[in-house]
């Protein structure tokens, strides 16, 4: 193996910083719904989310083979210098939605960025189209999925409850929904965590620092560090918008937006497909809701984030070619 360069430390730096932002970003999608019933403690519900993101970001590595391998067309057709112009630009787009309390997509972010970074550097021979495609759908398709079985498991529970009391019905919810945040913050680590570990060994395969695009285990170790910390340091202004500005949320409707969204996630992590838990946790919402009363929904509040939405992958591929010249300039070719 050759000797580590610096310039591979710079790429596995911005891939935790990501992976760190990533978690202070989402922590919304595990604990916004439990903390807006208040079935939880704020700090009690960052800790756990943080500890069960970190079991979940160490249970595979599957999405991360998907992100690694399925983006670019080979290692070969990308370095350091592409990477890090991609990860800059998916982590500058993350702090702004953040600031702008936008629950945008930082699985969007990264795939935008790669896209646009290796576009400029190697044209498009450089790009796996066809798993792009795969990718794109998965992030497309899993907040539909969202909405749809979200509706179907409030309306279940719905007719199962319906004629019972409401002040037992939320008592009974709100502790449930202590297990159903403990689901979503699993599985939310068992597929964002592993966006940065594929980055991180892909760059250690186009450098030939390993032969066979395989996660080191202490690549998955720092990767659920860094999300596990970033979680723990909060996201306060993306829960309030996710917590109680698309729907009004009651410890029955959190409870089944939660149970609907680890579901959905945990099951494309099985799949090995990358998607968007801030997305599939809005949609869940948004399903659960319709349940009750469309116009319950404020679906004012939808289309902002929509926008931002179909925004991310276009903006990012956008400042991950921009950064790309400006790694050149900075680092020489």
């Known amino acids: ?25 989402d922590t919304a999608n595990a604990i916004a719904t439990s903390v807006s019933t208040r079935a939880i403690a704020p700090q009690d519900a960052i800790f756990m989310a943080a500890g069960l993101n970190f079991l ?23 370095d350091e ?3 890090i112009a991609a990860l800059a630009g998916a982590v500058i787009w993350n702090v702004l939605t953040w600031w702008l309390a936008l629950p945008s997509s ?31 759908l998965s992030l497309i398709v899993s907040p539909v999925i969202a909405i749809v079985s979200g509706c179907g498991i409030m309306y279940l ?19 449930m929904q202590l297990v159903s945040a403990a689901m979503m913050a699993f599985s939310h680590g068992s597929n964002d965590a592993q966006k940065s570990m594929g980055i991180i060994t892909l760059a250690l395969v186009s450098g030939n620092y390993i032969s066979s695009f395989e996660v080191p285990f202490v690549v998955k170790m720092l990767c659920a560090i860094a999300m596990a910390v970033g ?17 009004k949320l009651e410890p029955i409707s959190g409870f089944a937006a939660d149970l609907n969204s680890s579901i959905v996630i945990f099951t494309a992590t099985l799949l090995h497909l990358p998607v968007s838990t801030t997305h599939v946790v809005s949609g869940s919402i948004m ?8 116009r319950a929904v404020r679906w004012g509040v939808a289309q902002q984030m929509l926008a931002a939405w179909v925004l991310t992958i276009p903006c990012t591929a956008l400042l991950g070619s921009v950064l790309y010249q400006v790694v050149l300039w900075i ?3």
Do not use: C
């Open 1 to 25: 193996m050759p000797e580590l360069h610096w310039m591979i430390f710079t790429v596995i730096g911005l891939a935790l910083l990501f992976d760190f932002i990533n978690g202070f970003h």
């Open 56 to 78: 979940g970001a160490m249970y595979s590595t599957g999405v991360a083979k998907t992100i690694g391998s399925d983006i670019v067309s080979s290692a070969d057709q990308v």
């Open 81 to 83: 210098r592409v990477l």
């Open 106 to 136: 930082s699985s969007h972010a990264l795939v935008g960025g790669v896209i646009g970074a290796v576009l400029v550097s190697t044209g498009m021979g450089g790009l796996n189209f066809i798993g792009i495609g795969k990718i794109v």
């Open 157 to 175: 529970l719905y007719m199962i409850f319906g004629q019972s009391s409401p002040h037992i019905i939320n008592g009974r919810f709100k502790k």
């Open 231 to 247: 979680t723990a340091m909060g996201g306060w202004r993306i829960i309030k918008t996710i917590g109680g500005k698309i729907f």
């Open 287 to 294: 399903g659960v809701g319709t349940a009750k009363r469309i």
């Open 331 to 333: 680092f020489g070719t």
